[in-house]
């Protein structure tokens, strides 16, 4: 890969929707349910850029509302494939929709949980975005520039259910942990240890193309995932 050996790891979703996404922190299995569990909201159509932006921040903040998570689009933001991916001032990324939303959120004290997903078709040899990217640091090269762009993120998502095809081929486990959730986990750490990392992010439905979340989470547990809270999305199996 041409990397450094220090940056080697292997040796490791009323208006607003309620957060898809409860993340629940590594503790031991003996132990009971955490006591700082938090509650926040995701609706990216509700918080887009646009005009519509600070009435709705303003809604948030009338609720009372501490946490949001926030998609980071990988594609949609490097569209082309820069020259220095950990620079966030390189010239292919368009950071334009992302400022304007995480600006807007942290100039009204809400923190954001936010989820990096959807490769470039540079990324993944012309793929679709769901399709893992083929370079081991690509994704985790994304991740620095994100955190150098916005210093003051501190909760990090990688992906967005991987064990379902419909949005990571292969929804294989490992190539999750490999490509994805490792690599990001060790350069977010090494820019700031205060970053915490969640993995998973499972859809709790397994499907004909997709795999059970409780099997994906032995297969990450079989790769040697490294995050600092599983993620998993808790809707209701039915209607």
């Known amino acids: 890969t041409g ?38 909201v995701q609706d990216d159509a509700y918080l887009s850029a646009g005009s519509s932006l600070e009435p709705s921040l303003q809604t948030l903040d009338e609720l009372g509302v501490g946490l949001v998570r926030y998609m980071v689009n990988w594609r949609q933001i490097a569209p082309v494939k820069p020259r220095h ?85 292969p929804n294989s486990p490992q190539v999750y942990v490999q490509r994805l959730l490792n690599p990001a986990y060790v350069e977010l750490h090494a820019l700031n240890p205060a970053n915490r990392v969640a993995g998973g992010a499972t859809s709790p439905r397994s499907t004909t193309t997709g795999l059970s979340p409780v099997s994906f989470m032995r297969g990450m547990k079989a790769a040697h995932a490294r995050l600092d809270a599983y993620s998993h999305h808790p809707y209701p199996v039915t209607r």
Not at 26 to 33: E, K, Q, S, V, Y
Not at 134 to 145: E, K, Q
């Open 3 to 40: 990397r450094p050996a220090a940056r080697s790891w292997f040796t490791r979703p009323m208006r607003l929707a309620l957060a898809a996404a409860v993340v629940a922190l590594l503790i031991p299995a003996a132990a009971g349910a955490s006591p700082s569990v938090r509650y926040g």
């Open 85 to 169: 991916p950990t620079n966030p001032g390189d010239k292919a990324y368009d950071w334009s929709s992302t400022d304007a939303v995480l600006g807007a959120l942290h100039a009204h004290k809400i923190q954001v949980l936010v989820t990096l997903y959807r490769a470039p078709a540079w990324a993944n040899r012309g793929k679709g975005a769901n399709v893992a990217p083929t370079g081991r640091y690509a994704l985790a090269d994304f991740a620095i520039a994100v955190a150098k762009r916005y210093p003051w993120l501190r909760m990090w998502e990688i992906w967005n259910e991987p064990n379902l095809q419909s949005f990571l081929q």
